[in-house]
């Protein structure tokens, strides 16, 4: 594990300000707060997010934010199109549904859908780096590498083509495609481009990546539904076969969509930084093989 360097940086404490107002009005819903606590969602995940960057520089002295603010905040900008892609593949799952406190116009639902989704790619990418701080998955960065080559890059691209082909023609069967054919199109899509790809460093045998994405996006995964769960807007779920055993919202195997998901989140930021040309940043400051 790195040593601390710094201390908790002023972010860091803002973020917690955040946490310990957004919560109570997301559970509670005082009255006469309504316009507070329907946005609640927003104020909690920008508060978590400012909570794990500073997390990051105590513990290894660099983050997100401290590299490049620009950069960090570009990171709200590119969430939004990011989970408005999932909401239009959902329009034929309907796997999740969002339960409103009162009925809204469409362009209210909108605006405020895209600040809430403004947030998913920072908490990701933020708490992958929190996981690669630690010590936790440093034996996978040399390990077994994984043929990778440019037909085989085809190949998934194709694969993930079909896959959300199925999708849409058959939701009630290939809804788990969706969590992972957007990675086989995006990250070799990506590869293919000569940009940062989790296959390419997996043709490295690096798969601390892969690992700290995935695991990131699980504990954002957890803080997502249980904070989710007492909430108003929230959203339940309706999804075939596995409809059981919930932790919260979520069917307890519906947690397994969390690991693959940040493996999204990389290769669809790495795609939406390349098309806007939004300021790059790095995701683990110093290694070499994982600058964005």
């Known amino acids: 594990m790195m040593t601390a360097v710094q201390g908790f940086p002023r972010r860091g404490w803002v973020g917690m300000l955040l946490i310990a107002i957004g919560w109570p009005l997301a559970w509670c819903r005082p009255a006469g707060w309504q316009f507070f606590w329907e946005n609640s969602f927003f104020l909690l995940w920008l508060g978590y997010v400012l909570v794990v960057d500073g997390l990051n520089w105590k513990r290894s002295g660099s983050s997100l934010f401290a590299r490049s603010p620009r950069a960090f905040a570009g990171l709200f900008l590119l969430s939004i199109p990011g989970w408005w892609l999932f909401e239009f593949f959902n329009r034929f799952l309907q796997n999740w549904h969002y339960l409103l406190n009162r009925p809204v116009s469409p362009l209210e639902y909108g605006l405020r859908a895209s600040v809430h989704f403004s947030v998913v790619i920072p908490a990701v990418l933020s708490t992958a780096e929190w996981w ?4 936790f998955t440093a034996g996978f960065q040399s390990w077994r590498r994984l043929p990778v080559s440019r037909g085989g890059m085809a190949a998934c691209i194709c694969l993930g083509v079909a896959m959300l082909a199925a999708v849409m023609l058959f939701p009630r069967y290939c809804f788990p495609f969706v969590w ?4 086989l199109v995006f990250d070799a899509f990506n590869f293919l481009r000569g ?5 390419r460093f997996l043709s490295r045998g690096n798969w601390r990546p892969v690992l700290d994405l995935a695991l990131g996006a699980l504990i954002c995964g957890f803080f997502w539904e249980m904070w989710n769960y007492y909430a108003l807007p929230k959203w339940v779920y309706t999804v075939p076969f596995v409809d059981v055993l919930h932790v919260f919202e ?4 519906g947690y397994l969509g969390y690991l693959p998901f940040g493996l999204e989140v990389y290769a669809l930021y790495i795609l939406l930084i390349d098309i806007t040309g939004l300021k790059k940043t790095s995701l683990y400051g110093g290694d070499e093989f994982v600058k964005l």
């Open 195 to 199: 940009s940062p790809s989790l296959f």
């Open 180 to 183: 992972v054919a957007l990675f």
């Open 250 to 253: 979520m069917p307890i195997l």
């Open 132 to 135: 690669r701080s630690s010590s």
